[in-house]
């Protein structure tokens, strides 16, 4: 299979705080991977592609120095939500791009729901 | 810009019962990827079934199977012999041929098969 995971799972914090999620690709390489933001009921929106060795980019309208990614490995790419507010509280789901197989297919991890108080 | 449209909200089965969830799609790309994916109450996206454009041959997997039209840009998802199980939300996406494989959802479709 190929296998992402997240964390944390579930992070509380306090405003003005910073806080890290990390996405890891457990079983296969990601030279790309990807953050979304879900809202309660509502479908995915992509905030940033992450690319391994170069900088992310960013969808508009989406703060890239509030919304801070760094993909470190083939492996491993962090979103790091900086000087939190509650308006950033929400769930946020990591994907990895596995490649090679037909066709390429984005896998995704189980999520990080975010709350700042 | 691609975009992709869920039209159905909310939809109910009755177990063991067929359900059809509707996907259409605007593109001016000739060579795409169509997704359908699950996310249950866990929040765990779990990929359903893919299809590539240039394939004429509907995909199925198991008691999944697509009707995938493009000329009239719809990819609709036929869930066979409905189990409990599969109460989720699910999610179609379109991913295109080149570029840098960034997915595009539709607003999804609430399904609940009932007992």
């Known amino acids: 299979g190929a296998v992402v995971s997240q964390h944390p799972s579930r992070v509380i914090c306090k405003s003005g705080t910073s806080v890290k999620i990390e996405c890891r690709s457990l079983?296969?390489?990601?030279?790309?991977m990807f953050w979304y933001r879900q809202f309660p009921k509502k479908s995915l929106m992509l905030m940033a592609t992450?690319?391994?060795?170069?900088?992310?980019?960013?969808e508009q309208g989406v703060e890239k120095d509030k919304f801070l990614i760094n993909h470190a490995s083939l492996t491993l790419s962090t979103l790091t939500v900086t000087s939190a507010h509650p308006e950033d509280s929400s769930f946020y789901i990591c994907?990895?791009?596995?490649?090679?197989?037909?066709?390429?297919?984005?896998?995704f991890g189980p999520g990080t729901r975010l709350t700042v108080l | 810009a691609q975009t992709v449209t869920q039209s159905q909200p909310e939809m109910s089965v009755q177990e063991a019962e067929t359900v059809t969830l509707s996907c259409t799609y605007d593109?001016?790309?000739?060579?795409?990827?169509l997704f359908w994916y699950k996310q249950p109450p866990s929040r765990q996206m779990i990929l359903v079934i893919r299809?590539?454009?240039?394939?004429?041959q509907n995909a199925t997997e198991n008691r999944f199977s697509v009707n995938f039209q493009k000329a009239a840009k719809s990819f609709s998802l036929k869930i066979s012999d409905s189990q409990l199980g599969d109460t989720a939300m699910y999610f179609c996406?379109?991913?295109?041929?080149?570029?840098?494989?960034?997915?595009?959802f539709g607003a999804g479709t609430r399904l609940t098969v009932k007992p």
């Open positions: 994907s990895a791009l596995r490649t090679g197989g037909w066709p390429d297919t984005q896998y």
């Open positions: 079983d296969f390489q990601a030279t790309t």
């Open positions: 992450s690319n391994e060795g170069s900088k992310a980019t960013y």
């Open positions: 593109t001016s790309e000739s060579n795409y990827y």
């Open positions: 299809q590539e454009a240039y394939k004429q």
């Open positions: 996406a379109f991913m295109k041929h080149e570029g840098n494989n960034d997915m595009r």
